[in-house]
């Protein structure tokens, strides 16, 4: 893999950030026919699929935020000399080839590209059919981009795939693909895991938790479970379920709050067995599977625990993983939740929709990982590099 220098990068993200503005007009005219083509059976996906002009903004946003953070390749990791002479560096290299296949999203086409090749890796990238127009007209302008600046397109390349060749793509494709992140429903990441011959890191499923404590201020409680469910239903970061602690004080009053709140925001509330005992006319959950399932919709499942040990078992159970909360004014307690919940991110009194690069400091992000390995949480620049030994001798020979 040849390593571009950094000026060089910052220049092809300068045109980027140029022809992004430039070309805005024909980039939402191009997404009009993908609105136009979608039935909107679901909303959540029509939602991501929108680019309008601050969808541009956004974009142009997020390379300048990019092209704006230390490159981080050849970052200094450690440097030891031993006592053999013996001069040893680990510093950070580039993957090589990464692969994204996400759906819906035309800002990702965007986003991941701009972070993948600022750390000096070729992209794949494979949008939805949902997207094709959106995608091919930002695929057009990153060629512009690179050829204004002497690159090769084939930096950053748009597959335009069936189901059927990305299959085949990902079980023989033309060249090792180092890293895949499959960004999207659980179908999608099946798929990938299922052909891919290389290494996977899984991204995008929620199914996320909040516990409100015996402890919690309620007024606390209700504003962020209401924020996180309906602040943007078609992230990854949104609330699916709500554990309250059967022991907090007016229990049946608070439950009956909750339903007023969120059925004053048209939230559909599915609810438990013990939960049913006072709001009997809210429909139960219909199946153990349901608290598995990330809903991506205005839907959300009320239930009841003794405790936080019974919550934090529940959601280590049936959680996705992503991002989990506890509302308490113990800080011990919280404390013991963000320990013991085994979630890239835990909160304390806070909404799951922070979990994002942008609200978290990282900047623009390829994925939010799941995964353990390589990362977890939003994979922003300086964790879409892996490292590399330079040892330097003087004839050395081990004996």
């Known amino acids: 893999m040849k390593l571009i220098k950094t000026d060089k990068k910052n220049n092809v993200l300068k045109s980027m950030m140029q022809i992004l503005d430039k070309r805005r007009k024909e980039i939402i005219e191009a997404n009009k026919k993908d609105l ?23 974009m142009i946003q997020s390379v300048k935020e990019v092209m704006e953070q230390d490159d981080p390749v050849g970052q200094v990791i450690e440097h030891r000399k031993l006592d053999t002479g013996l001069d040893i560096t680990n510093k950070t290299a580039p993957f090589g080839t990464i692969m994204i296949i996400y759906e819906s999203r035309p800002d990702v086409t965007i986003e991941a590209a701009v972070l993948a090749f600022k750390a000096n890796n070729k992209i794949y990238l494979k949008g939805g059919k949902e997207a094709i127009h959106s995608n091919k007209i930002l695929e057009e302008c990153w ?15 748009l597959l335009h795939l069936d189901r059927e060749q990305t299959q085949e793509f ?52 209700k504003r962020v ?77 009320i239930g009841a ?11 280590n159970k049936y959680s996705g993983g992503h991002s989990a909360s506890i509302i308490t004014k113990d800080k011990e307690e919280a404390m013991t939740f963000m320990e013991q919940v085994d979630s890239a991110a835990v909160y304390h009194n806070a909404s799951t929709r922070f979990t994002d690069g ?3 400091g990282v900047g623009a992000e390829l994925a939010i990982s799941t995964d353990k390995l390589h990362h977890r949480g939003p994979l922003g620049l300086k964790q879409l590099v892996t490292n590399k030994y330079y040892i330097l001798g003087e004839g050395h020979i081990r004996e």
């Open 305 to 315: 625990v003794e405790g936080l040990d019974q919550a934090i078992d529940k959601i």
């Open 36 to 58: 136009e083509a979608f039935t909107k059976d679901d909303q959540a996906m029509y939602d991501r699929l929108i680019v309008n002009d601050k969808k541009v903004d956004g």
């Open 358 to 360: 942008g609200q978290m």
């Open 143 to 157: 060629h512009e981009a690179l050829k204004e600046n002497n690159l090769s397109k084939d930096w950053i390349k």
């Open 225 to 301: 479970m209401l924020n996180a469910k309906i602040d943007k239903i078609s992230g990854c970061n949104a609330l699916d379920k709500v554990l309250v602690d059967s022991n907090i004080e007016n229990f049946d009053e608070k439950l009956k709050e909750l339903q007023k709140l969120f059925s004053g925001n048209k939230v559909n509330m599915l609810v438990d067995d013990e939960v049913s005992k006072t709001l009997s006319e809210e429909e139960k959950i219909p199946s153990e599977s349901t608290w598995y399932e990330e809903f991506l919709a205005m839907k959300i499942v």
């Open 170 to 221: 990902l079980k023989n494709p033309p060249e090792q693909l180092d890293l895949i992140v499959p960004r999207g429903g659980e179908r999608l990441i099946a798929f990938v895991k299922e052909h891919a011959t290389g290494a996977v890191l899984v991204s995008g499923r929620g199914n996320n938790f909040l516990y409100v404590s015996k402890n919690a201020d309620f007024e606390i409680a």
